[in-house]
Nanobody, 126 residues
Framework: QVQLVESGGGLVQAGGSLRLSCVASGRTFTSNAMGWFRQAQGKEREFVATIDWSGGRTDYAESVRGRFTVSRDNGKNTVYLQMNSLKPEDTAVYYC???????????????????WGQGTQVTVSS
């Protein structure tokens, strides 16, 4: 059974930092793109960041570029999202996702991801 488990969410003041982790089990994703998405209450899920299999290519939503950094450790089957200079508008449930298809280098499109974690809540107070 494939599982993605996120951790590291919590409550932080504006300007603070959090580091999210996503550990995969049941199979490895060392050859696959992975991504982070978020969903704020009452809003649709939106793309945050994506990383290719090697960690050499990344892409970010404009709203987080320069503040968030996505990385991965294939030896630990883990992907990270370092979030700095957090803003109240970053408040959301953050989801980790993994592709299983060949040929997807990175992706901003949620439908290209086949596996999803349960999400971790990030709340940024003003």
């Amino acid at each position: 059974q494939v599982q993605l488990v996120e951790s590291g969410g919590g409550l932080v003041q504006a300007g603070g930092s959090l580091r999210l982790s996503c550990v995969a089990s049941g199979r490895t994703f060392t050859s696959n793109a992975m991504g982070w998405f978020r969903q704020a209450q009452g809003k649709e899920r939106e793309f945050v960041a994506t990383i290719d299999w090697s960690g050499g290519r990344t892409d970010y939503a404009e709203s987080v570029r320069g503040r968030f950094t996505v990385s991965r450790d294939n030896g630990k089957n883990t992907v990270y999202l370092q979030m700095n200079s957090l803003k109240p508008e970053d408040t959301a449930v953050y989801y980790c996702a993994a592709t299983s298809a060949w040929g997807i280098i990175t992706s901003r499109t949620s439908r290209e991801y086949d596996y999803w974690g349960q999400g971790t809540q990030v709340t940024v107070s003003s």
